[in-house]
T-cell receptor, first 112, second 116 residues
Framework: QQPVQSPQAVILREGEDAVINCSSS?????VHWYRQKHGEAPVFLMI?????EQKGHEKISASFNEKKQQSSLYLTASQLSYSGTYFC?????????????FGQGTILTVHP | NAGVMQNPRHLVRRRGQEARLRCSPM?????VYWYRQLPEEGLKFMVY????????ESGMPKERFSAEFPKEGPSILRIQQVVRGDSAAYFC??????????????FGQGTRLTVV
């Protein structure tokens, strides 16, 4: 089941903040966040595990509500380089261990 | 340590031909994943392989598509008798352990397949 991301698109000015949400109807084992620039490979940002463990970049934070099967990515003091499409990938565990199902993406545009 | 290498970067095939997409994972990575991305859309899971084994192929179309990851050499995604609907970017990712073990996937630059 594909997770649902919101919003679909965000437009910011440099220095502004944004929150991107990811919601699933399935119980999740982990949530992974990636950013993809046009024509390039997705780049890892953050992984959040059931139980609270997380790993990622210093300037990016995220949360994972296991009970609600929701995750949010927080982008603060945005920079031009933050522009791109953000994808959350969810891992359901069980027989789906190792398989990431990605949301449809959130397009973030940061203007000077 | 070189990243995930995919080749070719661009591939043009006529309808009915075969397409072979190659993926060399990062050194030390034994888990490989293939995803398909249509223009302006998300990444669709196709198959998850671990050396010589297919772990999960639930996203692979039943016909014309196959994948392998031999003991030696790159992982291959093979599309037989391509149709225009197969045109897409195909991304390969690799990881040193199963993703459930607090491990991220590293993506290659993708192969853009165009069927004419």
């Amino acid at each position: 089941q594909q997770p649902v991301q919101s919003p679909q698109a965000v437009i910011l000015r440099e220095g502004e903040d944004a929150v991107i949400n990811c919601s699933s109807s399935k119980a999740l084992y982990s949530v992974h966040w990636y950013r993809q620039k046009h024509g390039e490979a997705p780049v890892f940002l953050m992984i959040l595990l059931k139980g609270g463990e997380q790993k990622g970049h210093e300037k990016i934070s995220a949360s994972f509500n296991e009970k609600k099967q929701q995750s949010s990515l927080y982008l603060t003091a945005s920079q031009l380089s933050y522009s791109g499409t953000y994808f959350c990938g969810t891992e359901e565990g069980g027989t789906s261990y190792g398989k990431l199902t990605f949301g449809q993406g959130t397009i973030l545009t940061v203007h000077p | 340590n070189a990243g995930v290498m995919q080749n070719p970067r661009h591939l043009v095939r006529r309808r009915g031909q075969e397409a072979r997409l190659r993926c060399s994972p990062m050194k030390g990575h034994s888990h490989v994943y293939w995803y398909r991305q249509l223009p302006e859309e998300g990444l669709k899971f196709m198959v998850y392989l671990q050396k010589e084994n297919i772990i999960d192929e639930s996203g692979m179309p039943k016909e014309r598509f196959s994948a392998e990851f031999p003991k030696e050499g790159p992982s291959i995604l093979r599309i037989q008798q391509v149709v225009r609907g197969d045109s897409a970017a195909y991304f390969c990712a690799s990881s040193p352990r199963r993703l459930g073990d607090n491990t991220e996937a590293f993506f290659g630059q993708g192969t853009r397949l165009t069927v004419v």
